[in-house]
């Protein structure tokens, strides 16, 4: 029972465009929602946050959009650098210390 | 600092030998915890500490044995563990506050190979 779904397994983007990485969940009683990154052999770095009340939380070049109506969240990377090359996890909090992670998404920039 | 430290970084061990994972964080969280993660899947949590004390059991199996000894480090002990135990354990820390957990802050990882 997947309840954090990232449904594009890979994404290939241009540097200095837009990167759209998409997330979506089923369970209701998550409250807030974490976006990490992963380079390989190394453990997920925190990127941003936002709590289930707010629909739109910015921080320098990411920023992530929710939409609990559709129980949907988007997390927007511009300008995309190589240095964004990465695997993107979509988090969702439950019960105030129960992280559950997302099936991830490999974001490729290229030059 | 923000450093989350696990040691060490592999480990092989038998079916029969016990072993332990270590971790150590020094920015005063009050919270830890450690996350299995399979090959191409995501992290799983296992177990969460709360001021020392264990307030989450994922269901995890007894040859998983966690320790708080204080406020800065993590154990994990490791007993009789079977070849489909083998994964990236990940410690993670965080505060501990009434808002709950806003970022945690991972570990890079044990590789663990049980042969």
């Known amino acids: 029972d997947q309840q954090v779904k990232q449904n594009s397994p890979s994404l290939s983007v241009q540097e200095g465009r837009i990167s759209i990485l998409n997330c979506d969940y089923t369970?209701?009683?998550?409250?807030?929602f974490l976006w990490y990154k992963k380079y390989p052999a190394e453990g997920p770095t925190f990127l941003i946050s936002?709590?289930?009340?707010?629909d739109k939380n910015e921080d320098g070049r990411f920023t992530v959009f929710l939409n609990k109506s559709a129980k949907h969240l988007s997390l927007h990377i511009v300008p995309s650098q190589p240095g964004d090359s990465a695997v993107y996890f979509c988090?969702?909090?439950?019960?105030?210390?129960?992280?559950?992670f997302g099936t991830g998404t490999r974001l490729l920039v290229s030059p | 600092d923000t450093e989350v430290t696990q040691t060490p970084k592999h480990l092989v061990m038998g079916m029969t030998n016990k072993k332990s994972l270590k971790c150590e964080q020094h920015?005063?969280?009050?919270?830890m915890y450690w996350y299995k993660q399979k090959a191409k899947k995501p992290p799983e949590l296992m177990f969460v500490?709360?001021?020392?004390?264990?307030?989450i059991n994922e269901s995890v199996p007894s040859r998983f044995s966690p320790e708080c000894p204080n406020s800065s480090l993590l154990n994990l002990h490791l007993h009789a563990l079977q070849p489909e135990d083998s994964a990236l354990y990940l410690c993670a820390s965080s505060r501990a506050g009434v808002q709950g957990l806003v970022e945690a802050f991972f570990g890079q990882g044990t590789r663990l190979t049980v042969v």
């Open positions: 936002i709590s289930s009340i707010k």
């Open positions: 920015m005063g969280h009050r919270a």
């Open positions: 369970n209701s009683m998550f409250d807030y």
């Open positions: 500490y709360s001021y020392e004390k264990l307030s």
């Open positions: 988090v969702g909090r439950t019960g105030f210390q129960k992280l559950v």
